[in-house]
């Protein structure tokens, strides 16, 4: 009867610590994604059009977002679809790229990112290394939300301003799919299209920025100068992150299902007995 009990217990607490791990690893999904790409060099280059391939990983600041939080989405460009041409060397610290995030799912929308002017010195026919560009946004709608990257400018700021303007030839995969959870409110009502905004960026041979800020709409606007995101014409609120709750209860969770565990196992009969 003991052997039973001490089986059946061990078995029990197996299976909450399989159904917690499953439960945390659930809340985010990311993987790289490979889409052909279309860049244009500045015209003062006179290169013709590159067609590469750019590879970008997309992660969220928060695994587990409930509605009404504010997120930052990192973009990783693993892979810049042109290689620096074989014009100049470039030095450390001149380029600064800026991209677009397109949302899906229970949230649509576009979000503006940019990095900062970083990157390491590059050979001339050498891989472009780009800085991580971040872009931030409230969650209205609970859900799962899906981030895909998109079009992104490269601005060299070395001898000449310039722009390299890449833009994919096809809809890229999902890189990036957030569980966002109804919080305390006990929903997402709010609308379900979101706008970022950032600094205008034109694209072209010059390669000069604005400074401009547009709000509102459906459609998201590359942004060259700002990553800060407006939602929907609501201001961002950083809520409080769904996953600590949940770690706490499910911690709370397993050191009751522990300490039945130690009860049911005790040998009491023997105690008893040596007594």
């Not at 001149?94 to 010195?121: E, F, R």
Request: glycine letters at 16%; charged letters at 10%; a positive charge.
């Amino acid at each position: 009867m003991y052997a039973h009990r001490r089986s059946f217990t061990w078995a029990l607490l197996l299976t909450v610590s399989a159904a917690t791990l499953a439960l945390d690893a659930g809340q985010a999904e990311a993987a790289n994604v490979s889409y052909a790409t279309d860049c244009t060099p500045p015209k003062i280059s006179g290169l013709p059009v590159i067609h590469g391939t750019t590879i970008a990983d997309l992660s969220s600041s928060k695994s587990s977002p409930v509605v009404g939080d504010t997120v930052t989405i990192t973009w990783k460009t693993v892979k810049a679809a042109s290689n620096n041409p074989g014009l100049v060397d470039l030095p450390a610290n001149v380029v600064t790229p800026t991209g677009t995030i397109t949302m899906g799912g229970a949230q649509s929308g576009s979000l503006s990112a940019k990095g900062p002017k970083s990157n390491p010195a590059t050979k001339k026919n050498s891989p472009m290394q780009l800085s991580a560009m971040t872009a931030s946004v409230k969650l209205t709608k609970a859900g799962s939300v899906t981030f895909r990257p998109g079009a992104y400018n490269i601005n060299v700021d070395y001898i000449v301003p310039t722009d390299t303007s890449c833009k994919p030839s096809g809809t890229p995969g999902v890189s990036l799919t957030l569980t966002v959870g109804a919080g305390s409110s006990g929903g997402g009502t709010t609308g379900g299209s979101t706008t970022t905004t950032g600094g205008s960026s034109t694209t072209g041979g010059s390669g000069t920025t604005g400074s401009s800020t547009t709000t509102g709409g459906s459609t998201g606007t590359t942004g060259g100068t700002g990553s800060s995101t407006t939602t929907g014409g609501d201001l961002a609120a950083t809520g409080g992150d769904g996953s600590t709750v949940q770690a706490l209860g499910l911690a709370g969770g397993t050191v009751l299902l522990v300490g039945a565990a130690v009860a049911v196992l005790t040998p009491w009969r023997r105690l008893r007995r040596s007594r």
